[in-house]
């Protein structure tokens, strides 16, 4: 029973009922979340609340959705609708100036699922602007693929029963340009530490940039 109990994912969250099917994405969020079925109201207070403060600042052109940790494949076509169909094995530079910028997110076992998607990214030639990890224990995935642009694990020590103990440590390849910020602990417990404050915080701050380097960049010169 308790086996059974730890390979049940959640059902498929629900897409953002406010996204605007005439507003293009220029911001795209994905994330995975554990591969447990929690209580309701445990996944609404930590991990749903990432979504939710996305939705919150209020950007009809930040698309966010989150899967459960076992539908890798439904995030991966969510990502390739939103750029044009390649004319080759990697999507050209023209080709990815059509498509959104991408942030990925993962809580728990959650974790392992986004960096594997990273890497089928970076396949394609997507780049990747941040790579969120949240208490990775995912095992098997602890390299961070060379076409994310900023990383950083946060993980906790408070809950040590298995299969809730983060004993993963994160990195980035050697000979990448990643700006890897590190594998930082926070003192909570995995079922709370995807609400943190510093977690949320830190993703909100990146779509704040991302939208304001977007904008500066399709802006025409200034006249001399």
């Given at each position: ?8 994912s ?38 749903e ?11 009809p052109?930040?698309?966010?959705r ?10 991966h ?50 780049p990747?602007?941040l790579?969120?990890?949240?208490d ?15 990383a ?15 004993d ?45 380097s977007?904008?500066s960049a ?7």
């Amino acid at each position: 029973m308790a086996l059974a109990i730890l390979l049940v994912s959640p059902p498929p969250a629900r897409s953002a009922p406010d996204e605007n099917p005439d507003v293009p994405c220029r911001i795209q969020v994905l994330g995975f979340s554990g591969g447990m079925a929690l209580p309701r109201f445990m996944t609404v207070s930590s991990f749903e609340g990432i979504a939710r403060s996305v939705r919150e600042l209020g950007h009809p052109d930040v698309c966010v959705r989150s899967f459960p940790v076992l539908h890798s494949g439904k995030a991966h076509r969510w990502v390739r609708e939103n750029f044009p169909p390649r004319t080759g094995d990697r999507l050209t530079d023209e080709e990815l100036a059509r498509g959104p910028r991408v942030i990925l997110y993962g809580y728990s076992v959650g974790a392992k699922s986004a960096l594997a998607l990273a890497r089928k990214l970076e396949k394609e030639g997507i780049p990747v602007e941040l790579a969120l990890l949240i208490d990775s224990t995912g095992r098997g995935e602890a390299v961070v693929p060379r076409n994310v642009r900023v990383a950083v694990h946060f993980y906790q020590k408070k809950t040590w029963l298995w299969p809730f103990r983060s004993d993963q440590k994160i990195r980035d390849d050697g000979d990448a340009d990643t700006i890897f910020l590190g594998n930082r602990r926070l003192d909570v417990g995995h079922f709370s530490i995807a609400g943190h404050p510093e977690v949320i915080d830190l993703l909100l701050s990146s779509i704040t940039q991302l939208r304001a380097s977007s904008a500066s960049a399709s802006l025409p010169p200034s006249a001399p």
